[in-house]
């Protein structure tokens, strides 16, 4: 197995419709993206804070979780360049090295069958390439409708809303 694989999804047009629109809800208004995993998890940039500073955080589109991941751009790219203080969970590599039969194709990235939240485990059975638009959309609306649910609460349905161009 070639242990080479690119941790970012082969995507181009994050700019071409508000790629965040299901996750506002989460991020605020003021976010807009930046990069996107292999994984289908997420960078973002956001203004905030009395002198408007642009802070970077990561997304983990599988748990809904936000963190901070740098305090401006400029200091994110550094830690990237020499990908040092990198958290671990932020490409899944592991995971990842795993997929690796399974190569990306323009505009897709790897989305969990199941996702976390519900109980999908962390291994290249629950994970398959689709479009990175489907990817966030699917999930934002799940991790929307579950927000504010204790863990391990009984969960009877999900509305999904597919817009088609």
Partial sequence: MDNEVDIFAPVTD?????????WRWLVGKQASMCLLTSMGDLFFKRKEGLL?????????????EMELAAKSWIVFREMMAAMKDIPGHW???????????QPLT??????????????GEY????????SWE???????????QLSGLPPGTPIASISLKIEED
């Fill in 14 to 22: 994050l700019g071409k419709r508000d790629a965040l629109e299901c």
């Fill in 134 to 144: 489907v990817h966030l959309d699917l999930l934002g609306q799940i991790h929307e």
């Fill in 52 to 64: 408007n500073k642009e802070r970077v955080y990561f997304l983990d589109t599988g748990t809904g």
């Fill in 91 to 101: 490409f899944k590599y592991r995971l990842l090295l795993e997929l690796v039969e």
């Fill in 123 to 130: 291994i290249t059975e629950n994970y398959q390439s689709i």
């Fill in 106 to 119: 323009q505009g897709c990235c790897y989305s969990p069958i199941q996702p976390p939240i519900m109980g």
